[in-house]
């Protein structure tokens, strides 16, 4: 039988998009003579469609829109992923329809509740062997614990979070030996090096229940903070038979192959290895494809960036010169301007020059694209696309360096963004004047220096916020994960911004990440920032500061700031933690340290709950929309410092 998992990159209860995008992946996979297609987890609303899944309104209206597809699977079987609401609860399902009929909703055993999933809040679990009846104008279809058969393959489901529970517990323990295949629907998020543990999950369910595990992943920035890699697995007994390339520029990526269900095939004794993942390759591909979808999806017309000369802002701005570089190669010029929606025809024409339509099939995927550079025609369309799509500004004041200026305007010119410069020291002055006058005394740094720092940073905000207004674009934010967890930054000023890229990133990888783009992917404009120390240059030049004198090293803080939430430990065993893996340290600037970062995270939550929205890209992050909840007001770590 050929069976096929497509991908699909949708928007949260946008019907019209949604089935546009199921129905074109029908078509493909009837085109390729498939004969069971998997679709991702509650494709038909979209994932990320949070407390309205505890509406009646939408699963009626997603079991309404359901019945629009039945017509297009005669000749196939295709399942698909809608939330279904009865007797007051919410369950998630994936509908199997063959030849115009729905055959019945597998429902979602286990329920994601840990880093960035809430899905209790909004589902029910269903029990396992238990069934019921979903009724829709007089028509009436099974739902639960069940099993389907297609042309002589049995079949059963496991959705997402079914497969990441014990063996002993999910669902694929129960139907071993019972079904032939097992199909996963999934909405599962990115995180860097998370493919290894799929890869693994997959293939292993494969090899220890003795069967076919069909996987298939959402993709794209759905909704605005979390990303899908778009990753189509197939696999038999352990034995890899198919994987995609992930982070596709497509809209639909369907992925087939042929499966023998007739001829055993010998269980593997191992698992073959996926090749280590590229990290920064990977965080690449991720930052860019978010970026067009978050640009496109907001129906933006480009990027403002306040271009400071610094690590975080260049990064920024090389992750859009990146969506564009990507975008370009893979999807081609006219068709990633056409889906950004911020370009007229005739610019298209312009730029992209006569288009020759072609296929997705014709397309190369998004890690040949990556690794691939373009000629001197695309290298100047993916310029001309970046002077469109993305304005910068810098920002200086007196205390702002050569240096400084000398990255942002090199690295602008370099990507072909426009560059523009001008002063803030008028309206800082000014502001300064007006509080002077008020309190009847001068303001010096040495009795006001965190309020003279705050002015400069936030009189940036305004011309950058009307900059971007009469444009009508996003405000790009420069915030790492760092600066979020200690509250190095101005509120309503750095943090100033429409969606805040990096935020799920640490500075050290940001660092590393910069430099790893000026020689892999041949940005030397980066030349002049990698030579830099990282300073918020809000200070007296004269005073030299740097991020790491005001706060500690960034792998110290990155360190502390793990163990503490991510491994979820107490400062005194933080401590001791860091004492062991580094005996030689001085204890006491360690203790120093600890009591710095946990005093800084405890009076700094009023500022992560205002962040603008980020991407998660790692791990974990440290938003309290996302991933980590901490209250605003607290005692603060105070005994528990005082204990070290």
Known sequence: MRIAGAALNQIPFDWQHNLRTIKDAIEQAKTA?????????????????????????LPESALAHLQQIRPWTQGILVCVGLPIRMAGRTYNTAAVLRDGEILGFAAKQFLANDGVHYEPRWFTSWRAGETGTVSWEGQQWPIGDLIF??????????????????????????????????VNPSASHFAM?????????????????????LYANLLGNEAGRMIYDGEILVARNGHLLHRNQLLSFKEVDMECVDVDFATPLARAETIEPLPTPDEYR?????????????????????????????????????????????????????????????????????????????????????KEASH???????????????????????????????????????????????????????????YVGKIEH?????????????????????????????????????????????????????????????????????????????????TELGYPGLRYVNALQPTAELRPLEDNQTDERDLMPYILLN?????????????QQVYATLVQ?????????????????????????????????????????????????????????????NNL
């Open 372 to 430: 691939t550079q373009p000629d001197a025609e695309q290298q100047r369309q993916q310029r001309e696309i970046t002077h469109h799509l993305l304005t910068c500004a810098y920002q200086g004041t007196v205390n702002s360096s050569d240096d400084t200026y000398n990255s942002a305007k090199e690295l602008a010119d370099s990507i072909g963004a426009v560059f523009y410069n001008w002063g803030i020291d008028e309206e800082v002055n000014g």
């Open 33 to 57: 003579g498939v004969e069971l297609l998997c679709l991702p987890e509650l494709c038909l609303t979209g994932y990320g469609c949070e407390d309205l899944f505890l509406s009646d309104w």
């Open 559 to 571: 360190r502390i700031e793990r163990l503490a939430f991510y491994n979820r430990l107490s400062p």
């Open 149 to 182: 058969e297609h042309k002589g393959v049995r079949f059963g489901f496991e959705i997402c979070e079914d497969a990441w529970r014990p063996d002993n517990e999910r669902p694929a323990c129960r139907l071993m030996g019972r079904v032939d295949l097992i």
């Open 438 to 518: 008020a309190l009847g005394r001068e303001l010096t740094w040495q009795t006001d220096d965190l309020a003279l720092q705050n002015i400069q940073a936030r009189v940036r905000a305004p011309a950058i916020w009307m900059l971007a207004n009469v444009q009508n674009c996003l405000l790009l934010t420069t915030s790492n994960r760092s600066e979020a967890s200690v509250g190095y930054c101005t509120m309503d000023g750095d943090t100033a911004g429409s969606i805040s890229p990096i935020a799920g990133v640490d500075k050290d990888f940001v660092k590393k990440w910069l430099r790893w783009a000026e």
């Open 193 to 213: 090096s998370k493919t290894d543990v799929r890869y693994n999950l997959v293939l292993n369910a494969s090899r220890n229940f003795d069967c076919t595990y």
């Open 581 to 641: 893996e580094d005996p030689a340290a001085d204890p006491e600037q360690l203790k120093t340290y600890v009591k710095r970062f946990y005093s800084l995270w405890a009076r700094n939550q009023w500022k992560r709950e205002r962040y603008a929205p980020a991407f998660h890209l790692d791990d974990y992050n440290v938003d309290p929309r996302s991933w980590l909840r901490f209250p605003i007001l607290s005692g603060g770590f105070t005994q528990e410092l």
């Open 282 to 366: 990977e965080l690449n591909q991720a930052l860019s494809l978010a970026l067009f979808d978050y640009l496109r999806k907001a129906r933006s017309r480009g990027f403002v960036l306040s271009l400071s000369g610094g690590a975080d802002s260049c990064m920024c701005a090389v992750g859009v010169a990146e969506m564009v570089r990507l975008g370009t190669l893979e999807i081609g010029t006219a068709e990633f301007m056409r889906r950004a929606g911020c370009f007229t025809a005739d610019d298209i024409a312009r730029i992209a020059g006569p288009v020759t339509p072609r296929s997705d099939q014709d397309t190369p995927g998004p």
